[in-house]
């Protein structure tokens, strides 16, 4: 069996003032490619990733999507989490 995952991350720092958007996709538990909205750009982790990389970076289209994924992702989608995330914080022990 073989394994292909690809996870979207959102994390937020001091609500939706520092948002950072992470797209990684992982094989077989490993890790070939990363998009992280701090960086800007793809990275590949093997030469697979690598090639995959160069290939997404030099597409503006992929490129535009990713990097407004801040945008229409992650702050869109805020106050929908919010709830299940930030006002939850302490809550275990009390």
């Not at 069996?1 to 950072?20: D, S």
């Not at 702050?75 to 299940?84: A, D, S, V």
Request: charged residues 25%; positive net charge; contains cysteine.
């Amino acid at each position: 069996w073989f394994q292909f995952l690809t996870m979207f991350e959102c994390h937020f720092i001091n609500g939706t003032e520092k948002v950072r958007f992470v797209h990684r996709h992982i094989y077989n538990r490993q890790q070939y490619l990363m998009f992280d909205s701090d960086v800007g750009h793809y990275v590949g982790f093997n030469p697979y990733g690598e090639f995959n990389a160069k290939r997404h970076n030099s597409d503006p289209v992929i490129m535009e999507t990713q990097r407004t994924s801040v945008d229409w992702l992650c702050r869109h989608n805020y106050e929908l989490f919010r709830p299940f995330s930030v006002e939850r914080r302490g809550e275990r022990g009390a």
